[in-house]
């Protein structure tokens, strides 16, 4: 059965905050989405483990972040940066 991204979010109890305009879709599938859609509960800190993941304990550094093209992912309290950017350059 399908879920959507929400519905995957929702069972492993996360949630994401991002600009979708400053945001890849290539990085964000590679980096945020699909890894989370393979993950239990109770494995998504181990996962946020890993190098590319930043944890942020600091509210500015979070704002910054986001501002800046990273995704964050908030589970069980906590919140880590995704380097995510990559806005769609226009021909001219």
């Given at each position: 059965?399908?879920?959507?991204?929400?519905?995957?979010?929702?069972?492993?109890?996360?949630?994401?905050?991002?600009?979708?305009?400053?945001?890849?879709?290539?990085?964000?599938?590679?980096?945020?989405?699909?890894?989370?859609?393979?993950?239990?509960?109770?494995?998504?800190?181990?996962?946020?483990?890993?190098?590319?993941?930043?944890?942020?304990?600091?509210?500015?550094?979070?704002?910054?972040?986001i501002?800046?093209?990273?995704?964050?992912?908030?589970?069980?309290?906590?919140?880590?940066?995704?380097?995510v950017?990559?806005?769609?350059?226009?021909?001219?």
């Amino acid at each position: 059965m399908f879920r959507s991204a929400a519905e995957e979010l929702a069972r492993i109890q996360t949630d994401l905050v991002y600009f979708a305009h400053l945001v890849g879709k290539d990085e964000f599938e590679r980096d945020v989405l699909t890894p989370l859609s393979n993950v239990k509960a109770n494995e998504v800190e181990q996962l946020l483990a890993r190098s590319h993941y930043t944890e942020v304990f600091d509210s500015r550094e979070l704002v910054q972040g986001i501002l800046d093209g990273k995704a964050a992912i908030f589970h069980n309290n906590r919140v880590w940066l995704v380097d995510v950017y990559g806005p769609r350059s226009r021909n001219i």
